[in-house]
């Protein structure tokens, strides 16, 4: 019989109840999960929008006999970069403050876009 371990990752403790805690909806918890419902499908929709997009443009830079390799290389950076940002995202918003959670992620985004418009693309 296998025992299980309980493993303590208190940045990932985030569940229905807590978001229920932050929405504060005056009304029925129906109008909580019809919000929930239209968040999700534009997350979808934002998803499915950028993840086309950044394969097309990585497509683009990348010499014809290269293209497969620039794929994966651009996504295993995508996915290492994926890992510590919910860790990081989880600490702030339990050890600080739910805003420094989006102040932090603002700011990194602010960043990110002077960088990318700093550059000339020739």
Request: charged content about 15%; proline content about 5%.
């Amino acid at each position: 019989m296998m025992r299980s371990m309980p493993l303590d990752f208190p940045c990932l403790d985030f569940d229905l109840q807590s978001a229920k805690s932050l929405y504060r909806a005056k009304g029925s918890p129906a109008s909580f999960y019809f919000s929930l419902i239209i968040l999700f499908a534009f997350y979808g929709l934002v998803y499915a929008t950028v993840e086309g997009t950044q394969r097309a443009f990585v497509s683009d830079f990348a010499p014809k006999e290269l293209r497969g390799m620039a794929l994966g290389t651009f996504h295993t950076i995508i996915g290492l970069a994926t890992m510590p940002s919910g860790v990081i995202a989880g600490a702030l918003w339990r050890y600080v403050n739910p805003t420094a959670t989006f102040l932090y992620s603002s700011v990194l985004g602010l960043l990110a876009a002077a960088l990318l418009t700093s550059k000339r693309i020739r």
